[in-house]
């Protein structure tokens, strides 16, 4: 019998890079993108098209995007008129737009309120669609707590969930924005939102602050869940969520996934080599479980 697949978004090279205290050169970057194709991720989010004055680690995305291999299915981050008009200009055509349940943080991360970012994306998707724009994924941060505003009701989830499926987004993706969540939350918020919305317009972008995200990956499963983000090695954050840890890794996510029965298309040793390549680069350790169990393998066998 074949397995169920889910799919995983790597997003490294976008949520991976945009923290980091260095900004990793173009040529860097495409390296690590390289090895993350040749290691079967079909999904990357490969930058932002967004203020360099605020994500000065990902003020190349003009001159990256052109480059990209080929193969995968590339998006990127798009937060006002001047991103989305740098990203048509390099032929995007799969965005995310990124709001959250919690105006506290929009107003410190994009500068306005969810009421006022949720008019914006309208306006950016239609003017998208318009310019042949094939996909756009809408991103509800602080899904379940807020670095400013505290714990956070899946009312407020689902109600900034309606709004960017009312104006066209082909999926949303619930982050756990500081990687606070638990299974038992992740429950709560699932079991609502998917008695609303199909679970396959529905992904999930669990932060690992706390070492719960893949507990809640195994949560997010048994709701129908089978779209994940992650990124390779672990890295991530962002400037506006204080205290966020990195992203769930997808070293640990696949691993996780193929042993409990699913198919994802990844090989975990070419992911490895992706995100040691790019943790030597940052000049950070391992942080990776899944890595740091096949490092020790290696050096069991060696000794
Ligand atoms: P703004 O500064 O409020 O915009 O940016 P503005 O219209 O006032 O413009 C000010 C200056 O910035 C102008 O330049 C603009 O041209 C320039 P000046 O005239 O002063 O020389 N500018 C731009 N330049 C190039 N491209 C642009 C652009 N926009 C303005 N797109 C904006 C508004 C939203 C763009 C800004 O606040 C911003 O860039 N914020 C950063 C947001 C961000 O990337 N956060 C991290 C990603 S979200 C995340 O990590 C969470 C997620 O992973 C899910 C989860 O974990 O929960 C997705
Ligand atoms: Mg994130």
Not at 74 to 82: D, G, I, M
Not at 99 to 121: C, H, K, Q, W, Y
Not at 225 to 239: E, Q, T, V, Y
Request: charged content about 20%; overall charge neutral; some cysteine.
């Amino acid at each position: 019998m074949s397995k169920e697949r889910v799919a995983i978004i790597e997003v490294g090279p976008r949520d991976g890079l945009q923290n980091e205290p260095i900004t990793v050169p173009t040529e860097v970057k495409l390296a690590f993108i390289k090895h993350l194709v040749d290691a079967g991720l079909k999904e990357i989010e490969a930058t932002s098209f967004v203020s360099p004055k605020q994500i000065p680690q990902l003020a190349d995305a003009d001159a990256l995007w052109p480059q990209l291999p080929v193969g995968p299915a590339y998006s990127a981050l798009v937060a006002n008129e001047k991103g989305l008009e740098r990203a048509l200009a390099v032929g995007v055509k799969r965005i995310a737009v990124f709001t959250a349940a919690s105006s506290p943080f929009t107003e410190r991360n994009i500068g306005m309120t969810i009421d006022e970012s949720l008019v914006r994306f309208r306006s950016i998707i239609s003017q998208f669609r318009a310019n042949g724009g094939q996909f756009v994924r809408g991103y509800i941060s602080t899904a379940f707590e807020c670095p400013y505003a505290g714990k956070i009701e899946p009312k407020s989830v689902i109600r900034v969930a309606s709004e960017l499926f009312s104006m066209g987004v082909d999926e949303i993706s619930l982050g756990d924005t500081i990687g606070t969540a638990v299974p038992v939350e992740t429950k709560a918020l699932l079991r609502d939102i998917t008695g609303q919305f199909h679970p396959s317009k529905i992904a999930c972008h669990f932060h690992d602050t706390n070492g719960t995200a893949i507990a809640n990956v195994s949560e997010s499963l048994n709701f129908g869940i089978r779209r994940f983000d992650s990124s390779a090695a672990g890295l991530g954050g962002c400037p506006y969520a204080p205290g966020a840890g990195g992203n769930l890794a997808s070293d640990d996510l696949v691993y996780f996934l193929e042993r409990s029965g699913f198919e994802t298309g990844v090989n975990q040793s070419a992911l490895a080599q992706a995100s040691l390549q790019l943790l030597s680069v940052l000049e950070k350790s391992v942080a990776a479980h899944a890595q740091l169990s096949a490092l020790s393998r290696v050096s069991k066998t060696q000794s």
